[in-house]
């Protein structure tokens, strides 16, 4: 395939059409088509789409190799591919939008519009605003695998914050946080009634005649000119199944082609204006590209100042040239869209594969050109920098602390069993042979095997990096919870074991023999209760079988008798003896 792939890329790389082209930016950009088609050689890139701007005019559109390997189809200007994360600027700008309209302020509180909006710092809830959804300084990590695979909604996503722990305080340091743009996006449905995609779609699409971009994935499955997304595994090019993100949306949903983007891009140069109609108004074009955070204090040599976050988009100075851009990536796709406004240029460049610094090397090769400088060295300097972590991460991985010849202290099934997260949902651990396999969205399947390291901790390869699976015992001597190491600076993320057996069986009035105590067994929630008459309403957690624990009262707990398949009774086990009810009929 490897050969198949670079003999077409040779044929169809000059292939794309060009929408534009003047006689000063063909001179300005010479050289332009050898670079990229080299830059997809050489990082094994299939395809990418190119639109360049300049003041209002597209100055060229273009589409270089493959947007399916497989079928030897090539890229145009108007092949669709997901821009992931680029899409924040989009959702910025519906946020800013409510502002001009007076519905929202970007500096009030977002609970004076979302009443029930909570998060695991009770001050940061309180105190957070539009702006601080928007520029990454809410104190919370990634948590990226909360909404990575999971099947919660929109609604249920945000519900989920509250359990998210943060690792930096409020509007202490900049982290990048996907949820809370998702969270931008649920302001604007609560505030006007309608979805973010169909809010998004009328005030930003339609004007700027973006008529076939989209806002999920679905859509890319059924045109008839949309990329395929790939990775690389092995050093061989790997098509990757499309994500579907929605939920997530308004952090990087957003699907469009190069020429289109080039619509938004224009508005972006022009003080919000496309054509003759005002998009945004200047002001909030202004205020969405206004720094509000520092993000890196460190300088390479083509940089005068640091890297800068304002309102979904990244701001810095590169080579003299006052610059403003934004990446994107997800599954199978890299994006990339940068604007010179001072230099009035600008510039959406869309690959199909996964992770790939190729958008990065291609945008500052094209301010090189369009600055008038000679090009920097770009593809050198990624590629020695790639290498450099790939050899950290080498070394890290042979920092190994296990303890050798150690056996678990269970047998292999009593680790099998469904463990959940409020926010980060549930995992299923269940044994095939003589191994224990973990099933969760974000690990993918062949790579999901736990392998024994020591005592009662087991790694999983995952797909998303080494992971050491810690599993815990309860004062019943069952495994009850399990840990997972799932965001950089917390402690591992705490998984309880839950139930998979149906828990209405054991619900009805319990008569105690000894006193004929009336007490009663209930399900709520999702959860077993005990009500005994004069006292607590108890909740009983799984142990294992029919036996039960009294939650939060060590050395109490309850085992239910059954016969022929019906539940008959139950006995309070206690330190000062057992008690025993009949279940009434």
């Known amino acids: 395939m490897k050969n198949r792939f670079l003999f077409l890329m040779v044929l169809l790389c000059f292939g794309g059409s060009v929408v534009a082209q003047t006689t000063d930016s063909a001179v300005e950009l010479k050289g332009l088509d050898e670079f990229v088609n080299r830059m ?62 007076g519905v929202l302020s970007l500096d009030e509180p977002v609970l004076s519009y979302l009443p029930d909006f909570k998060l695991y710092d009770a001050y940061a809830a309180q105190k957070m605003t539009p702006r601080d959804l928007l520029s990454h300084r809410s104190g919370l990590p990634r948590h990226d695998l909360v909404w990575y695979g999971s099947s919660k909604d929109r609604a249920g996503l945000y519900q989920s914050l509250v359990h998210l722990e943060p690792t930096a305080s409020f509007r202490g340091a900049w982290q990048y946080q996907n949820l809370m743009f998702m969270t931008a996006g649920y302001l604007v449905e609560r505030l006007t009634g309608s979805s973010w995609e169909a809010f998004t779609k009328e005030r930003i699409f339609d004007p700027l005649e973006m008529t076939t971009a989209g806002f999920s994935v679905e859509m890319l499955a059924s045109a008839s000119n949309a990329a395929a997304g790939y990775g690389e595994e092995n050093e061989q090019l790997k098509r990757l199944p499309y994500r579907n993100i929605d939920a997530i949306g308004p952090a990087g949903s957003i699907n469009a082609s190069p020429l289109e983007m080039a619509n938004w891009v224009m508005a972006q140069l022009n003080e919000g204006k496309f054509k003759d109609r005002q998009v945004i108004s200047a002001a909030m074009v202004k205020e969405m590209h206004k720094p509000n955070m520092i993000v890196s204090n460190t300088l390479a040599d083509e940089y005068f100042f640091y890297s800068l976050y304002a309102m979904g988009w990244f701001v810095t100075d590169y080579r003299g040239v006052h610059m403003v851009q934004h990446g994107g990536n997800i599954d199978g796709f890299s994006a990339m869209v940068a604007l010179a406004p001072d230099e009035k240029f600008g510039m959406v460049i869309l690959t199909n594969k996964n992770g790939t610094p190729v958008p990065g090397i291609i945008r500052n090769h094209i301010f090189d050109l369009l600055s008038g400088q000679e090009p920097v060295n770009w593809h050198e300097k990624i590629q020695a920098q790639v290498k450099a972590a790939q050899l950290k991460s080498q070394a890290a991985a042979t920092d190994e602390v296990r303890v050798p010849d150690t056996r678990p202290s269970h047998d292999l099934e009593a680790y099998t069993g469904n463990f959940e997260h409020p926010a980060y949902g549930a995992i299923r651990i269940e ?59 917390l402690d591992p993320i705490l998984f309880t074991r839950k139930a998979s057996m149906d828990f209405s069986r054991f619900a009805g009035e319990y008569v105690l023999v000894l006193g004929e105590l009336v007490t009663r067994v209930s399900v709520k929630d999702g959860q077993l209760k005990w009500a005994v008459p004069g006292q607590m309403e108890y909740t009983l957690e799984y142990v294992k079988d029919n036996l039960f624990s009294l939650k939060g009262i060590p050395g109490f707990t309850v085992k239910f008798a ?23 009929k």
């Open 431 to 489: 044994l095939a042979g003589d191994s224990l396999h973990i099933l969760h969205p974000a690990i993918e399947v062949g790579k999901n095997t736990l392998e024994h390291y020591h005592y009662d901790m087991f790694t999983v390869g995952s797909g998303i990096g080494k992971l050491k699976a810690q599993f815990l015992t309860g004062a019943t001597g069952q495994i009850d919870r399990m840990t997972l190491p799932l965001e950089a600076g």
């Open 562 to 584: 059954e016969e022929a398949g019906n539940v008959t009774g139950l006995e309070s086990i206690q330190p000062n003896g057992t008690f025993a009810a009949v279940k009434k």
């Open 40 to 101: 997809l050689e050489e990082w094994k890139v299939p395809g990418v789409g190119i639109a360049i701007v300049k003041g209002d005019e597209v100055v060229l559109a273009k589409g270089y190799g493959l947007r399916d390997v497989e079928a030897g189809l090539p890229v145009d200007e108007n092949t669709l591919f997901a821009i992931g994360s680029s899409s924040k600027a989009f959702t910025a700008a519906t946020v800013c939008m409510l502002a001009d309209d």
